[in-house]
């Protein structure tokens, strides 16, 4: 199975429409994680033309996002158990509130945004991923987006690249 995971859209501030790298990867895909911070549901309605779409919001998002999206998400995919958050709160690192958002529950990987800063790595037995941002990258040399592959175990990818176009 292929996640194509993104997040931190800010549609239409910081770009008009998704980056076409995005797309193109979104044809594949099994499955959509948002990780928050949509800013529209013009960003759902796009992505739900590939493939089903599953995110939360984030700090940014107004009523209308709230309205379709919970604050944090567990998803159960192929039998691993995936939580999503956005990342926002007060004080602490965003890794730090997205490890505080599962706590007590039982997860393979944990999802997030917020920082805009893509990442992956292990913490004891759980991913920690962050796919960055297809449209802020703010101080960061490229965009990026996230592709996570389900089979016997979970892997994961952090795709960079240098155009929104």
Not at 78 to 103: M, S
Request: aromatic share 10%.
């Amino acid at each position: 199975m292929k996640i194509v995971v993104t997040g931190d859209t800010h549609i239409p501030k910081k770009s008009k429409p998704l980056p076409s790298v995005l797309l193109k990867e979104c044809e594949t895909a099994d499955l959509i994680l948002h990780t928050g911070d949509w800013q529209s549901l013009d960003v759902y309605e796009t992505l739900a033309a590939y493939a089903n779409v599953i995110g939360v919001y984030g700090n940014v998002d107004g009523e209308d996002v709230q309205k379709l999206f919970q604050a944090r998400e567990i998803v159960e995919v192929e039998g691993y158990k995936l939580g999503l958050f956005h990342g926002h709160g007060d004080k602490k690192t965003t890794e730090k509130r997205a490890l505080e958002a599962f706590e007590g529950k039982e997860v393979d990987a944990i999802i997030f945004g917020h920082s805009h800063i893509p990442m992956m790595r292990y913490l004891k037995k759980v991913l920690l991923f962050n796919p960055g941002s297809p449209t802020d990258k703010r101080a960061l040399p490229y965009y990026s987006y996230g592709i996570l592959t389900i089979g016997d175990c979970i892997k994961g990818e952090i795709v960079f690249f240098k155009e929104k176009e």
